[in-house]
């Protein structure tokens, strides 16, 4: 099992959780492949709409990738993306301000955000279970229990 986070802005993460799907760089299927089944992800938002400047800065989003394919979704007669599907858990949207002394990924970087430039990042079980406890997931099974 490995840990993710993608990014996305909370309007596109809040489509995928209501679409139970995953979509990752714009709708580009490389990053996608990286994703196994049983795998955890962690959406983080830095900001409300794509293009806007209204900031969020936090993660809005924490699941599970479903066993299953990459598949393409047509958004328009010159788009289509790539998906994964997701079993998408409860949870709060949790700013990641709190958290930054305390993720391996951001703890003592001025420049964190910097983790985030390519839209999805691996981290470590440690940092994983930090993002789903802030976000007050029901995460299933033993693996995240400390």
Same mark, same amino acid.
Not at 17 to 40: E, V
Not at 46 to 60: D, I, S
Not at 63 to 82: H, K, T
Not at 96 to 102: G, H, M, N, S
């Given at each position: 099992?490995?840990?993710?986070?993608?990014?996305?802005?909370? +309007?596109?993460?809040?489509?995928? =959780?209501? $679409?139970?799907?995953?979509?990752? $760089?714009? !709708? #580009?299927?490389?990053? /996608? #492949? =990286?994703?196994?089944? !049983? &795998?955890?992800?962690?959406?983080?938002?830095?900001?409300?709409?794509?293009?806007?400047? *209204?900031?969020?800065?936090?993660?809005?989003?924490?699941?599970?990738?479903?066993?299953? *394919?990459?598949?393409?979704?047509?958004?328009? *007669? +010159?788009?289509?993306?790539?998906? =994964? &599907?997701? %079993?998408?858990?409860?949870?709060? &949207?949790?700013?990641?301000?709190?958290? /930054? +002394?305390?993720? @391996?990924? @951001?703890?003592?970087? =001025?420049?964190?955000?910097?983790?985030?430039?390519?839209?999805?990042?691996?981290? %470590?079980?440690? +940092?994983?279970?930090?993002?789903?406890?802030?976000?007050?997931?029901?995460?299933?099974?033993? @693996?995240?229990?400390?």
């Amino acid at each position: 099992m490995r840990f993710w986070i993608g990014v996305a802005s909370a +309007d596109h993460v809040a489509i995928g =959780r209501a $679409g139970g799907f995953a979509q990752l $760089g714009h !709708g #580009k299927a490389a990053p /996608l #492949k =990286r994703l196994r089944p !049983g &795998d955890g992800i962690a959406y983080y938002s830095p900001v409300r709409k794509l293009g806007g400047a *209204e900031r969020v800065q936090a993660f809005t989003a924490i699941g599970i990738v479903r066993p299953g *394919e990459i598949y393409p979704a047509v958004l328009g *007669e +010159d788009f289509v993306c790539s998906r =994964r &599907d997701i %079993d998408w858990l409860a949870g709060r &949207d949790a700013p990641i301000a709190p958290l /930054l +002394d305390r993720l @391996t990924l @951001t703890r003592g970087k =001025r420049n964190w955000g910097y983790a985030f430039r390519f839209g999805l990042v691996e981290i %470590d079980e440690a +940092d994983f279970r930090l993002i789903a406890e802030a976000m007050a997931a029901n995460w299933p099974g033993d @693996t995240l229990k400390a």
